[in-house]
């Protein structure tokens, strides 16, 4: 089972991180969401912060577990938002599971294939070998000889925790993400649709989703509303929480 930080009471709204990321990202605007009388669930996914480690790592299989989740919890007519590859299983999950979801919103990712970008990011966390147990700040500085981007090395530093009094270690499992990389730039099958309302923001620094990307994005989703978050990159709930909030409310 997938774990799970549950915040507030109401209709349930589950959020799903991005690749490297975890449900503590969420946590303030899950906060501000859950005041809106919504029941909010974090999730780790597979191969993410607190979840378990495997080696099967693919949008539906954890689609599948998304599903067992809502399952478990007995959750119907949900609020689903997902950023990134997040957004990659939320769009999968509404067009396989359309009658468990009554909104969907999508977070600065489009149901198009994208080709492996993470190669940076990669090269950085595989340079660390904890096994020589170094400390949290040399840690940071193994990362930013990789990483100039302050946001993105923090984001990243936020998966190191101590494994053993001794010694740290990043809570993913980045063996299986060397390996499946490929995975995450999967497109939504061409066939799938889902016929209810979704919101796609996008930030106005961003390149992931293009005007260019619009028809694509009807085709799959006939009844989708697009709205750019400004002043804000592919972390765009991070750099432009007030906007991004703004725009999620009025739509829920």
């Known amino acids: ?9 109401g209709k349930p709204f589950i959020i799903i991180h991005g690749f490297l990321g975890m449900s503590d990202n969420w946590k303030t605007l899950g906060l ?20 378990f480690h495997s080696d099967e790592f693919n ?5 599948e577990d998304v599903k067992a989740y809502i399952d478990f919890h007995n959750l119907q007519n949900i609020t689903l938002l997902g950023h990134s590859m997040g957004g990659k299983i939320a769009m999968l999950f509404a067009t396989l ?12 990712i489009g149901p198009k294939y994208y080709a492996p970008h993470h190669q940076s990011i990669l090269a950085a966390l595989n340079a660390v070998d904890f096994s020589k147990k170094p400390s949290r700040s040399e840690v940071d500085e193994i990362v930013s000889k990789y ?3 302050f946001g993105t090395k923090q984001f990243l530093l936020k998966n190191v925790y101590w494994k053993t009094p001794e010694e740290l270690g990043f809570r993913f499992n980045l063996p299986v993400f060397n390996e499946k990389i490929s995975e995450i730039g999967t497109a939504l099958p061409f066939e799938n ?32 509303i697009i709205k750019t978050i400004p002043n804000a990159g592919h972390w765009l709930h991070a750099e432009n ?5 703004s725009e999620v409310e009025k739509f829920v």
């Open 59 to 63: 949008y539906e299989i954890m689609v």
């Open 1 to 9: 089972m997938l774990y799970s930080k549950i915040e507030g009471e």
């Open 97 to 108: 599971y359309p009658e468990i979801v009554e909104k969907l919103i999508i977070a600065d």
């Open 147 to 149: 990483i100039s981007d």
């Open 32 to 51: 501000q969401f859950a005041q809106l009388g919504f029941q909010i669930h974090l999730l780790d996914m597979r191969n993410h912060g607190k979840s």
């Open 193 to 224: 649709h889902f016929d209810k309302p979704v919101l796609f923001l996008r930030g106005d620094k961003s390149n992931y989703i293009l005007d260019s990307d619009f028809e694509t994005i009807l085709h799959h989703f006939p009844l989708a």
């Open 241 to 245: 929480p007030s906007a991004f909030y």
